[in-house]
């Protein structure tokens, strides 16, 4: 493995009396697109979470490229882009001052030749100054994949970027997540289409009840299983866990 | 890298509330506008030509601070509360919490946002009061500092009311139970001096009246308190308050999960 972007270890998040990431170690390689799947609510979203600073871990260490999340987090917040799972917009503004503040917020110096190329990047310049409101849910959240791009962040979290997303659309976001990653970005996925997870990922982990049920080489992965589809190795991993 | 503070973030923070209640004008600026006026035709010119002086001072010109504070109070909570709740709900609270600004960062562009809305509104409510009483300014000094100070207080407390609420409901308890009665009670109307006691005792503990007297002290040079009474309150609210906020957001309470 190359660089470390992502360096997790003994990471446990509990709730009240539920304990949804359960010691956690996982450490994942600069230029990496790695994809963390897992039924819903096993984990995967709060371990993300407990990274990009929506949720503080219970214990453990977090490192991102070898600062620790919690102790350096304006540094790490400044390496680190999030494309959360829910869509979430600000009414008050148009699709080009969002990304404006977004820049600003992240501590960059808001630049609207940027931003016009990132609306460009993901086919919204034709709705630069449109009310966010008035958006397709498909464009919103390629708004929100914008947003997460406006720092150029080293490490990219995409938390089930393609959900409720149209065929042409998914395609040219995972188009535009090899771009990234030829760039040197390093990209952590979560997704329920597995078959893109198979397709994109260089190394797949698998989640279930807060911990990690396997964490291998995509290659590797499929061969120890005969080379079967990754969706029957799931479900197949994800029961033996269960019964065990 | 440096961890250092994030100056361009802050900044960003201060001017996105600015902009957020400036695009809403008619809402946030104009309203409590003619809200405060009505109180003046009312109070001030329809009742206050019956009324005698209170504390040597007519009685329109008696309540132009209270009036003003009421104004700028109300206007301080309620652009921190709405805008840090409506992100909440909206789920734009996520770009906040994933950028490099540190709690003190946040609770300062909230709170300053809020205290230029307020000194609109306060300004504003003073120019009405010109036309309808003539200018007043007694002590530059003082009128700026309890602005000031009054603004920043109720911004942090919206922002801790919006922390802490979880539904629209919560949000109006403490305007609508608590600041109301206690704005109310504290002297914008009348001097406690009329009062019988219990009451004049009673109404001393609560800490609007000082504000009020204050402002009027700043504004008329006339007060039920000594104003420095009020800066002592003011200073020791305050700092409560900025702890408080801090440490809340610093914790991520209510906000990261």
């Excluded at chain 1, 709705?127 to 929100?144: E, I, N, W």
């Excluded at chain 2, 909206?90 to 490099?100: A, C, E, F, M, R």
Aim: hydrophobic fraction near 50%; charge should be neutral; glycine fraction near 8%.
């Amino acid at each position: 493995m190359t660089a470390r972007a992502l360096e997790l270890r003994g990471v446990t998040k509990r709730f009240d009396g539920l304990t949804a990431v359960d010691h956690v170690d996982l450490d994942v390689g600069e230029g990496e697109i790695f994809a963390l799947l897992g039924p819903n609510g096993a984990g995967k979203t709060t371990l993300i979470h407990c990274v990009t600073g929506l949720a503080v871990p219970t214990s453990g260490t977090l490192r991102v490229f070898g600062h620790d999340v919690v102790r350096e987090f304006r540094t790490t917040r400044r390496l680190v882009g999030l494309v959360p799972q829910e869509i979430g917009f600000d009414p008050f503004f148009t699709p080009h001052e969002s990304l404006m503040i977004q820049m600003g917020l992240m501590g960059v110096p808001p630049d609207a030749r940027k931003a016009d190329a990132l609306l460009s990047t993901f086919a919204l310049a034709s709705h630069r100054d449109a009310p966010t409101r008035q958006l397709s849910g498909g464009m919103k959240r390629r708004l929100l994949v914008a947003k997460a791009l406006v720092h150029d962040p080293k490490l990219l979290f995409l938390d089930e970027p393609t959900a409720g997303v149209d065929v042409e659309l998914r395609k040219e976001l995972w188009k535009e997540v090899r771009r990234l990653r030829e760039q040197g970005t390093t990209i952590i996925l979560t997704t329920h289409y597995l078959e893109e997870a198979e397709e994109l990922a260089d190394r797949i982990a698998i989640i279930h009840r807060g911990r990690l049920v396997v964490v291998e080489g995509r290659d590797e992965l499929l061969a120890r299983h005969d080379h079967a589809r990754l969706e029957d190795i799931f479900v197949r991993l994800i029961r033996s866990a269960e019964a065990g | 890298m440096s961890e250092g503070w994030n100056p361009v973030g802050l900044r960003t923070l201060f001017l996105k509330e600015v902009r957020r209640f400036t695009k809403v004008w008619l809402q946030t600026v104009l309203s409590p506008l003619v809200t405060t006026s009505l109180y003046f035709l009312v109070f001030g010119v329809a009742l206050g030509s019956r009324l005698r002086e209170v504390d040597g001072v007519r009685y329109i010109e008696f309540v132009v601070p209270g009036l003003m504070m009421l104004a700028m109070i109300n206007n301080a909570f309620l652009n921190t509360s709405s805008s840090l709740f409506q992100s909440k709900i909206n789920g734009t609270i996520v770009d906040l919490l994933v950028s490099p600004l540190g709690a003190w960062e946040i609770v300062a562009a909230y709170t300053a946002a809020a205290m230029l809305r307020a000194t609109v509104v306060g300004a504003l409510v003073w120019c009405v009061a010109a036309a309808f009483a003539g200018p007043m300014m007694s002590s530059l000094g003082w009128t700026i500092l309890f602005g000031a100070a009054v603004s920043a207080c109720f911004a942090m407390l919206g922002l801790l009311a919006a922390i802490f609420a979880t539904k629209f409901d919560h949000l109006a308890v403490f305007p609508n139970f608590v600041l109301t009665p206690l704005t109310f009670l504290g002297g914008v109307f009348y001097s406690v001096d009329m009062l019988p006691e219990p009451w004049q005792t009673l109404s001393r503990l609560n800490p609007i009246l000082y504000l009020v007297n204050g402002l009027r002290h700043g504004l008329l040079g006339v007060s039920d308190v000594s104003p420095w009474w009020g800066a002592l309150a003011m200073t020791a609210l305050l700092s409560a308050l900025a702890a408080v906020s801090v440490t809340v957001v610093a914790r991520g309470t209510r906000l990261r999960d």
